[in-house]
């Protein structure tokens, strides 16, 4: 079954489950998983009970569409902002925040060169600010991995381990903090249930804030 809502298409797909779930891929396609003895008019009860919750990941989607970051021609993103990229043959990596320019003596351009380096920095900054993060809020962690996940932007291990995602130094730090101390806080509480939010919103009051610029624009990076 398939027909056009929300400027987006809709997959019925009956299987053997006890609760029904809805989906939204990157393509506009929301998928219903349901049960198989599902009805016409649970099928719709449904639908409009998640229609709004709908229409906001499709929102989201158009936003992405619409503003992908505006990056010159020889600028790259980091910390949330384009900095200008020149090559240096004296210079290793020099960061100049306050002009936002990074000097260095390979040519960051090139996309290889440039992955290098925003992994190498990633793992020099990011782990500065994990430790800064958990001395503040008391959340001790066993060891720190900095990977490149292709769907996930951290993870904390039972063991508490924290694995993070090195394109998180090219968000802005308000954004690195709010995945960190996500990742952080899982080593006291493992599941995101309503204690886990709470104990998040008590150290990050606007945290949302954070999760929009996810939303918004995660998918970009």
């Not at 349901?34 to 906001?56: G, H, M, Q, S, V």
């Not at 960190?180 to 150290?203: D, V």
Request: glycine share 2%; proline share 2%; charged share 30%.
């Amino acid at each position: 079954m398939e027909l056009i809502m929300f400027q987006g298409k809709i997959e019925i797909k009956r299987r053997t489950v006890k609760h029904a779930r809805v989906r939204v891929n990157e393509n506009k396609l929301v998928t219903f998983i349901i049960p198989n003895d599902f009805t016409e008019k649970d099928i719709e009860n449904l639908r409009n009970k998640k229609e709004k919750w709908i229409a906001k990941q499709l929102s989201y989607l158009d936003i992405n569409e619409k503003n992908d970051f505006k990056l010159g021609k020889n600028e790259i993103l980091y910390h949330g902002y384009p900095y200008k990229v020149l090559f240096d043959l004296n210079e290793n990596s020099l960061i100049d925040n306050k002009n936002r320019i990074i000097k260095h003596n390979k040519d960051l351009l090139d996309k290889q060169n440039q992955l290098n380096w925003y992994k190498q920095i990633a793992k020099e900054h990011i782990k500065v600010k994990v430790d800064l993060i958990a001395k503040t809020h008391n959340l001790n962690y066993n060891k720190l991995f900095i990977r490149g996940q292709n769907t996930k932007w951290g993870n904390c291990s039972p063991k508490k381990n924290i694995s993070l995602n090195w394109k998180i130094i090219k968000m802005p730090d308000y954004v690195q903090n709010y995945l960190i101390t996500h990742e952080l806080l899982h080593t006291k509480i493992m599941n995101h249930t309503q204690a886990f939010w709470m104990y998040l919103s008590a150290l990050m009051p606007d945290y949302k804030k954070a999760v929009d610029w996810l939303h918004e624009y995660g998918r970009k990076l």
